[in-house]
């Protein structure tokens, strides 16, 4: 595999890992399975998320990180389970 890196509020990460502990799952696996598996109903395999970002990315115009970045902030807020949980920016 290889590895992403994003940042979190703090008040996110707490968030996250609760969820991941009451998954009873690591961070990593949970954070996969958010982002790869369902979408308010929608399921993403990895070919569809990278079509997604590139799709994204085209039509921003902007670097791919950045646009990886933004698509997994907004899959991670749109799938939380209590969007006032998270911290606003």
Not at 47 to 64: F, G, H, M
Request: hydrophobic share 40%; glycine share 4%; charged share 25%.
């Amino acid at each position: 595999m290889k590895r992403v890196n994003i940042q979190l509020a703090e008040a996110d990460l707490a968030l996250l890992d609760k969820q991941a502990d009451t998954a009873g799952i690591s961070r990593s696996e949970f954070l996969r399975g958010r982002v790869l598996n369902s979408v308010n109903g929608k399921s993403y395999n990895p070919e569809q998320y990278q079509r997604l970002i590139t799709a994204a990315q085209k039509r921003s115009n902007v670097p791919r990180t950045q646009v990886e970045q933004l698509v997994n902030f907004l899959f991670i807020e749109l799938m939380a389970p209590h969007v006032e949980e998270a911290s606003r920016h």
